[in-house]
């Protein structure tokens, strides 16, 4: 579909057309299935776009679903360090496709030297996401990532440094952002119809960190997992099952924020649209005191509150939200139920209702961008602000503290100790 990395602007009636400018002559009839041709609702090859996976297992096997339901996508090879994962997603695409064409990379540097790929999902742990987006971008690919999209605020403005340096299209995995009720959610807030907004609430697990290590079991052979390559850019640490199974969250050196970002990277995600937001962050984080929830409460330089915490919702499903004005209020979550205040607020219908968790218009609004170039609905402008917005509310509660942040530097003030904080330093040979 590309040539040196950019995509071939050669349809084939313009190849036709050029044809006949020349003078050239058709020799004898040339018969092709439709499907070759974009006939009967199929897509022609030349106009599909081809997808490579990386690190594909159970929340990136639901998103690849959808990808797969795409007629103009063809999912062409999948890298990962476990040899089971990436043979059940090649026999997935094979049974897609009907055929046994799917690719599959232990090391996913191979995948990205492919020049007939345009894009990659990327759906590895945290640790993964930022560095393997950046690699992906610099090799010319289009990126659909997972979230937490980046571990640190350091990594996540290298990402959308690199996003735009490299000209690439990327999605950060919020796909609530093409989600029917957080959208009306968020247009009541952002059109004044609840009035004044002046307290966002976004919902967040429980916190938990772990500097501890599992014990260490013998280590398999590098092409059943490739432990090495597993870890990455993390700090290294013995082989454990319990990890590569999915057990990795929780601990300090493999999750984002002690798990703020699990939902985070969604939730306060919303409250930054909702506040038109998205180029920048709250000024101050502090955590308050509570015997049974982690709550931590900013302030945005235009006096909005900020309130992340785990209780206290009205039960309307996972990643709840709260907007609230001095004239109503609108709570909703992934059950597409919205709770609202004054009630002749609330929408007739929601066209295409969907959970939340689903990545349907997702997936497609990416695709679309491909095509047209243009900016998603999570693009990595966007997705950096929220991502530092929630590392520095982790910030606060690490330390226990009260931080005042300057989202124009993207630094704390005054704070020697948060500001150290900003970045980790990266295993060898990796780097940023």
């Known amino acids: ?24 002559a058709i020799l004898a009839p040339m018969v092709a299935p439709s499907s070759a041709l974009g006939l009967g609702g199929a897509v022609a090859p030349s106009d599909r776009i081809a997808l490579g996976g990386i690190g594909i297992r159970h929340r ?56 007939d790929i345009d894009a990659v999902l990327i759906a590895t742990g945290d640790r993964w996401h930022a560095l393997a987006s950046i690699l992906a971008a610099r090799a010319g690919k289009d990126i659909y990532s997972e979230k937490p999209c980046a571990m640190t605020i350091g990594l996540a403005r290298s990402l959308a440094d690199a996003i735009r340096r490299h000209g690439r299209v990327f999605q950060a995995g919020t796909q609530r952002r093409t989600v029917g009720n957080f959208i009306h959610a968020v ?95 709250p000024v101050e984080f502090e955590p308050v005191e509570s015997e049974t929830d982690n709550v931590i409460a900013g302030r945005y330089a235009n006096g909005v509150k900020v309130v992340l915490r785990s209780e206290g919702w009205l039960g309307l499903g996972t990643c709840p939200v709260r907007f609230e004005g001095d004239e109503g209020w609108v709570e909703t979550g ?20 969907i959970a939340g968790t689903s990545p349907q218009y997702h997936v497609r609004d990416f695709l ?57 330093a990266m295993r060898e040979p990796w780097r940023v």
């Not at 307290?199 to 590098?222: F, G």
């Not at 950096?384 to 503290?401: D, E, G, P, Q, V």
């Open 60 to 115: 990136g096997g639901y998103v690849l679903g959808f990808f797969l339901d795409q007629p103009d996508v063809r999912f062409a090879a999948i890298a990962d360090v476990r040899a089971d994962q990436r043979q059940a997603v090649k026999a997935a695409a094979d049974r897609r496709y009907g055929n046994s064409d799917c690719a599959v990379y232990r090391d996913f540097r191979e995948l990205l030297a492919r020049d």
């Open 334 to 353: 992934d059950t597409g139920r919205i709770a609202i205040s004054p009630e002749s607020l609330r929408p007739r219908s929601l066209s295409g209702v």
């Open 1 to 24: 579909m590309r040539q040196d990395g950019a995509r071939s602007s050669v349809t084939r009636r313009r190849f036709l057309k050029a044809c006949a400018g020349t003078g050239a």
């Open 187 to 281: 247009r009541l807030a952002q059109e004044g119809a609840i009035g004044r907004l002046h307290t966002l609430h976004a919902s967040i697990y429980r916190l938990r960190e772990d500097h501890s290590w599992l014990p260490a079991q013998p280590e398999p052979p590098k092409d059943v997992v490739d432990w090495d390559l597993w870890l990455g850019p993390a700090p290294w640490r013995p082989f454990n099952q319990r990890y590569v199974d999915g057990g990795w969250r929780g601990y300090f050196d493999f999750d984002s924020g002690a798990t703020l970002l699990d939902w985070g990277a969604h939730t306060l995600d919303l409250c930054q649209w909702a506040n038109q937001a998205d180029s920048t962050t």
């Open 368 to 424: 679309d961008c491909v095509k047209s170039r243009a900016r998603p609905a999570a693009n990595a402008d966007i997705a950096c602000y929220s991502h530092i917005a929630c590392h520095a509310a982790y910030m606060a509660w690490k330390l226990r503290r009260k931080v005042t942040f300057d989202p124009v530097k993207e630094e704390f003030v005054g704070d020697d100790e948060a500001n150290r904080m900003r970045t980790h």
